[in-house]
Nanobody, 121 residues
Framework: QLQLVESGGGLVQPGGSLRLSCAAS????????MGWFRQAPGKEREFVAA????????YYSDSVKGRFIISRDNAKNMVYLQMNSLKPEDTAVYYC??????????????WGQGTQVTVSS
């Protein structure tokens, strides 16, 4: 069983940046495609970004494309989400996840507990 623990959330002003981290343990990290979802208050959980097992392919939702960057370090069992030019509508709980299926049809199997990101002045 893969365990995922997010960190790095917090309060940031509009236009600012934040970097989320996700530490994986309990499994073979580099066989999994990794991703991030988010859930804003009163809204459904939505896909944010995904990265293939070797980092060779990355996918983003239209709402974050050009502002967010997903990356991973297989030597450290870590995945990251660099968030730039943050907007109030990015406010949400962000969840790290892992999927064994194809990254082009990203369906998470494992989830972290989430980290709160609040974008407000």
């Amino acid at each position: 069983q893969l365990q995922l623990v997010e960190s790095g959330g917090g309060l940031v002003q509009p236009g600012g940046s934040l970097r989320l981290s996700c530490a994986a343990s309990g499994g073979i990290f580099d066989v999994y495609n990794m991703g991030w979802f988010r859930q804003a208050p009163g809204k459904e959980r939505e896909f944010v970004a995904a990265i293939s097992w070797n980092g060779g392919s990355r996918y983003y939702s239209d709402s974050v494309k050009g502002r967010f960057i997903i990356s991973r370090d297989n030597a450290k069992n870590m995945v990251y989400l660099q968030m730039n030019s943050l907007k109030p509508e990015d406010t949400a709980v962000y969840y790290c996840n892992a999927a064994g299926g194809p990254v082009t049809d990203y369906v998470p199997e494992y989830w972290g507990q989430g980290t709160q990101v609040t974008v407000s002045s």
